[in-house]
């Protein structure tokens, strides 16, 4: 370099090595997360949500059903037992 040149100035860019690396990093990265996450400790989807809602309402079902079976048969017995007396 002569005296009142200027330096070249380098210009920093991202070359497709570097993108691949990141690729890469990144997807091995969210791999060892998703391998060593218990599913119990992932954040729910809107399925899981909505799987859980259907429990639910397939459990409220099943209990209106009892509940409306538990009273027949009580009104059954006590008319039974009405009647003999």
Request: proline share 4%; charged share 25%.
């Amino acid at each position: 370099m002569f005296k009142g040149e200027k330096p070249e100035e380098k210009k920093e860019g991202m070359t497709w090595g570097g993108f691949g690396n990141a690729a890469a990093g990144t997807f091995a990265a969210k791999a060892a997360i998703d391998l060593f996450t218990p599913e119990n400790g992932k954040p729910a989807t809107k399925g899981n949500i909505t799987n859980r809602h259907l429990n639910y309402l397939d459990y409220l079902l099943i209990f209106s059903t009892l509940k409306v079976l538990i009273g027949i048969v009580l009104t059954h017995f006590k008319r039974r037992k009405t009647v003999r007396s």
